[in-house]
């Protein structure tokens, strides 16, 4: 179950060379042993870490000591340690729980280890199951031969470790225009046919959908099917309704489903839902919200 929800080395990445250079260069060559990448859902951090993950310094530094956890698939510690028994080959013992397995593997670990959580929101978020997964993760973190990606939604990496982060304040920041499109192009393929008119049209299609590298993939798939102008128009219609992939929606194939999981994550309903959805009407948002928003 683990092998099936890991997804490969995206082939289209566009836009973000610095920030694995950023994310190799944190992992090999500074003190640093933890790295957060944080940010919106669709903003492309699985992809991120995986190519860190799998670049060649990364290969060298930690060989085949490299454990990718799909952690949407856990919801609590216990069901973590378990994940990690199993991409690790451990041996359970009778006489020893799956922590103390764990743990002594990781203190006999001649070489170094690195460990990526993926979608960590979902432990991290999930009811009542937070103080047990914050005292994993803080367990696993002083072994000096661990390392640590993970990924969430959110401003803050988790727990009392010392994160070094990627991208800015917010997290991992949307593509810059030239990468999008280079990326919508991509991910169209043979069937995108393009001239002067295309161009613009790709060009206004982009700006509207903000360089999210989700939106982006998917609107380019539906350019397989249907011509640009058409799509233009069922994005002038429909909006992110139209950005999904496949017949059972989630969280990497439908954008609506993305946002609304974020929702759901950090309990956002009611008079804060209606809040943030007058801010979103602000073209760039409460300036100084800190400060502005209890004035509100």
Not at 108 to 119: M, R, S, T
Request: proline share 5%.
């Amino acid at each position: 179950m683990i092998a099936s929800a890991t997804p490969a080395v995206p082939i289209v990445f566009k836009g973000r060379e610095e920030l694995v250079e950023q994310g190799i260069n944190i992992l090999c060559q500074q003190a640093s042993r933890f790295l957060a990448i944080l940010g919106a859902g669709g903003m492309g951090k699985t992809s991120l870490a995986l190519h860190i993950m799998n670049s060649a310094l990364v290969k060298d530094k930690f060989a085949e000591r490299c454990y990718f956890i799909p952690c949407e698939l856990f919801e609590d510690a216990e069901s973590l340690v378990q994940g990690l028994g199993h991409v690790m080959k451990l041996t359970m013992q009778e006489n020893k729980s799956k922590h103390e397995v764990l743990f002594d593997h990781l203190q006999a670990a001649h070489g170094d280890l690195l460990i990526v959580f993926d979608n960590f929101e979902t432990p991290w978020n999930y009811d009542g199951s937070r103080v047990g997964v914050r005292n994993l993760l803080e367990k696993i973190a002083p072994y000096g031969k661990v390392s640590i990606i993970v990924t969430m939604r959110g401003p803050d990496g988790p727990g009392d470790i010392p994160w070094e982060r990627l991208g800015d304040q917010s997290g991992i920041p949307t593509l810059s225009a030239i990468p999008a499109k280079e990326g919508f192009k991509a991910f169209a393929g043979h069937k995108l046919q393009t001239s002067d008119d295309s161009e613009s049209q790709i060009d206004l299609l982009l700006y509207q959908l903000e360089y999210v590298p989700l939106a982006i993939r998917l609107s380019a798939q539906h350019v397989k099917r249907v011509p640009l102008e058409a799509l233009i128009s069922m994005w002038d219609q429909g909006k992110t309704s139209i950005l999904e992939e496949g017949r059972a929606p989630g969280r990497l194939t439908s954008v609506s489903f993305s946002i609304d999981l974020s929702l759901q994550i950090f309990k956002i309903e009611g008079e804060i839902l209606n809040l943030l959805s007058a801010i979103s009407f602000l073209p760039d948002g409460i300036p100084f919200w800190v400060k502005n928003l209890p004035q509100i």
